[in-house]
Structures are given as structure tokens and as C-alpha cells.
């Protein structure tokens, strides 16, 4: 079993994936910058750290990730700020990736979004632009990095209960945050056919097992 770190560990889907990890035997460690969340969080299962990601810088989190087997990232600032939206979806995100590398963690994986990437479409005065391009500038540095890394590209979420997913689609449609917390707690378990894949995935009757582990 392996020592699993979440940063952003207040979001809904953080909540059920370490439910699931801890569940699963795994060492759970959720980062929140909030105090007030840590009663969550620890009923998640996971013994909770408040640490302001968007303010540490790289050696502050080498240490709080340091004897990790696992950073899963979940954080976001949510929106609405483009500035925040760069300084947390970005740059924290990225500063964590040279964290891990530089702490020893052997595994990270990024939670994305279904659009991410050079080709997402987003027109630069659009309100989403921040957003889109941040989280392709965090992906596109976790796969130069030296890490075993998974980027996980879920489409639209909901909060319908979990079920199987399609990855063959090409088109966003939807996913239920239970369902991408499975697709995390079967990432983790799953470090021999995970290292290197960026997963998009939607709503769908694959087996999510089947799926992560092929």
C-alpha cells in the first residue's frame, strides 16, 4: 500500500477518492488551506494538513510532500479571479511538480479537465480562458517531468452516483465526481499501466478497473 498526499483535499471529488484510498489501505494525507475543513477531511479518512499551497514555495512543498509515494493534485482556486486562477491552477501546480522531483515522490497525478491542451479553443477574452490555459500549462510540465505521471481529463461533472466510463468519445459530455474519485483510487493502484497516460473519459459502460489497468 502505498502514502498518498491530496492537495485540495476539501474538493467533492477529493473527499470520496480518499474515502476510497483509505478504504483501499492506503496512507491518506489531505492538504486543505482551510482549518475549518480538517473535520472533513478526516472523515474522509485522511489525516488532514492545512498548508497554503498558492503561497509555499518549491522547498516549503519538497518538505510537505517529502516520504510520499503519491501526490494527487485536486486543488483549483474555482474561478471568478483570473490572477488566482494562474497563481494556484499553474503555478502551485507546477512548483508541486518540482517539489515531488525534488523530494523523491515517484508518482503524481494531475486532475485536469476534459479540454486541456494547446488545441483546448478557448478565445483569450472568453471568461474561461485563465482556466483553460493554466491547467494546459500545469499538464504540459508534469509530462517533461521526470515523475511517473497520470493526467486525468475529466469531462462536465455532476454529482450522480459512480458508474463505468467511456474513454473512446471525442466529444465533452459528462461524469460524475464519484466516478472520477474511482478513476483516482484506481490510478494509485494501478502504477504499472498508468505512468505516461493522459485519460479522458466520460459517462460510459467501460469497467473503470478495466480501464485504468489496460
Known amino acids: 500500500m502505498s502514502q498518498v498526499i491530496v492537495i485540495g483535499a476539501h474538493g467533492k471529488i477529493a473527499l470520496l477518492a ?8 492506503h496512507t491518506v494525507t489531505g492538504v486543505v488551506r482551510n482549518p475549518e475543513h480538517v473535520a472533513d477531511v ?5 489525516a488532514a494538513v492545512v498548508a497554503d499551497v498558492e503561497n509555499l514555495d518549491t522547498d516549503a512543498l519538497a518538505g510537505l ?4 509515494d503519491v501526490v494527487v493534485w485536486s486543488a ?3 474561478g471568478g479571479n483570473p490572477s488566482r486562477t494562474y497563481a494556484v491552477d499553474r503555478d502551485a501546480a507546477i512548483r508541486t ?8 515522490v515517484p508518482r503524481f497525478v494531475m486532475v485536469s479537465y476534459f479540454g486541456a491542451g494547446p488545441d483546448h479553443g478557448v478565445a483569450p477574452d472568453h471568461f474561461f480562458f485563465p482556466y483553460a490555459d493554466a491547467k494546459t500549462a500545469a499538464d504540459a510540465y508534469v509530462e517533461q517531468s521526470p515523475l511517473a505521471w497520470t493526467i486525468l481529463r475529466p469531462s462536465t461533472l455532476t454529482l450522480e452516483p459512480a458508474g463505468g466510463i467511456a474513454t473512446s468519445d471525442t466529444v ?3 461524469v460524475s465526481r464519484a466516478t472520477v474519485a474511482e478513476v483516482i483510487a484506481a490510478v494509485v493502484d494501478s502504477p504499472d499501466t498508468t505512468a505516461g497516460r493522459i485519460l479522458r473519459f466520460n ?6 478497473r478495466a480501464v485504468v489497468g489496460g
Not at 480518499?18 to 489501505?25: E, F, H, I, N, V
Not at 478526516?42 to 485522511?46: N, Y
Not at 510532500?65 to 510520499?68: H, R, T
Open 97 to 104: 511538480v518540482d517539489a515531488s522531483a525534488r523530494a523523491g
Open 76 to 78: 483549483g482556486a474555482g
Open 203 to 208: 459517462d460510459g459502460d467501460e469497467d473503470v
Open 18 to 25: 480518499q474515502r476510497l484510498l483509505s478504504d483501499g489501505g
Open 65 to 68: 510532500v517529502a516520504d510520499q
Open 172 to 174: 465533452e459530455k459528462q
Open 42 to 46: 478526516e472523515a474522509s479518512g485522511a
